[in-house]
C-alpha cells in the first residue's frame, strides 16, 4: 500500500531552466511533508519541509508547493544546476515517515 | 561535527545467517530511527527508537529487532536472512519532537 507515490521516475532538465518534482498521497492524516535529496553511496539529505498547514515553503532556489484538496506536493527548482542532479524522494510524517519511490533529476549543462 | 555513522558499510551474508548493523546518531540527537531500501523504492520504515524504548514500528515481521544503547546508538539485528532481506539499511537521527531526519550513508547487505 503506497501512501505517497512519485509516478515519474526521471526527468531531465535544462541548467537554468525550471524543475519541477511532483508527489501524489493517499492519507489526508499526514501533517508534515519533506523533499530528500539522494547522491550515490550517500544517505538521503534533507532538502525542505512543509507543514501541512501552510501551502508554500521558499528556500533559496526550492520551493516546495502543497494542494492538499488534490493530496499534491511539488517541489520546484529555480535556476537548476548541474549539482542538483540527484534523486529526489519526498516523504510523508503521521506517526512515522512514508517515502516515495524517488524520481531521478539529470540537469544538463 | 559528525553525522551519522553506520558500519559495516557492506556486508555479504547467506541465507539462513544472522546480522548485526550498527548506528551512531549526530551528537544531541535521541532518536534515531531505521530505514530499509531495495533498490528502486524509497526508504521504508522498520523501527524508531528514543530514550532507548521502541517508539514505533513498521510491517516488518519478528526477525527484525533493534535496540538503543544509553549512549543513544543503536543497533538493527535480523535474523534468519532471506534472499529479500538484501537492501540498503539506512540510519536516521533527529532531535525528539523534530521533523528532519539526518541520515547516515547506509549499510549495503547482499544475501546470498
Known amino acids: 500500500d503506497q501512501q505517497v507515490k512519485q509516478n515519474s521516475p526521471s526527468l531531465s532538465v535544462q541548467e537554468g531552466r525550471i524543475s519541477i518534482l511532483n508527489c501524489d498521497y493517499t492519507?489526508?492524516?499526514?501533517?508534515?511533508f519533506l523533499w530528500y535529496k539522494k547522491y550515490p553511496a550517500e544517505g538521503p539529505t534533507f532538502l525542505i519541509s512543509i507543514s501541512s498547514i501552510k501551502d508554500k515553503n521558499e528556500d533559496g532556489r526550492f520551493t516546495v508547493f502543497l494542494n492538499k484538496s488534490a493530496k499534491h506536493l511539488s517541489l520546484h527548482i529555480v535556476p537548476s544546476q548541474p549539482g542538483d542532479s540527484a534523486v529526489y524522494f519526498c516523504a510523508a510524517q503521521t506517526n512515522q515517515f512514508y517515502f516515495g519511490t524517488g524520481t531521478s533529476l539529470t540537469v544538463i549543462p | 561535527d559528525a553525522g551519522v555513522t553506520q558500519s559495516p558499510t557492506h556486508l555479504i551474508k547467506t541465507r539462513g545467517q544472522h546480522v548485526t548493523l550498527r548506528c551512531s546518531p549526530i551528537s544531541g540527537h535521541k532518536s534515531v530511527s531505521w530505514y530499509q531500501q531495495v533498490l528502486g523504492q524509497g526508504p521504508q520504515f522498520i523501527f524508531q527508537y528514543y530514550e532507548k524504548e521502541e517508539r514505533g514500528r513498521g510491517n516488518f515481521p519478528d526477525r527484525f529487532s533493534a535496540r538503543q544503547f544509553p549512549n543513544y546508538s543503536s543497533e538493527l539485528n535480523v535474523n534468519a536472512l532471506l534472499l529479500g532481506d538484501s537492501a540498503l539499511y539506512l540510519c536516521a537521527s533527529s532531535l525528539v519532537g523534530e521533523e528532519k531526519l539526518f541520515f547516515g550513508s547506509g549499510t549495503q547487505l547482499s544475501v546470498l
Open positions: 492519507n489526508s492524516m499526514f501533517d508534515y
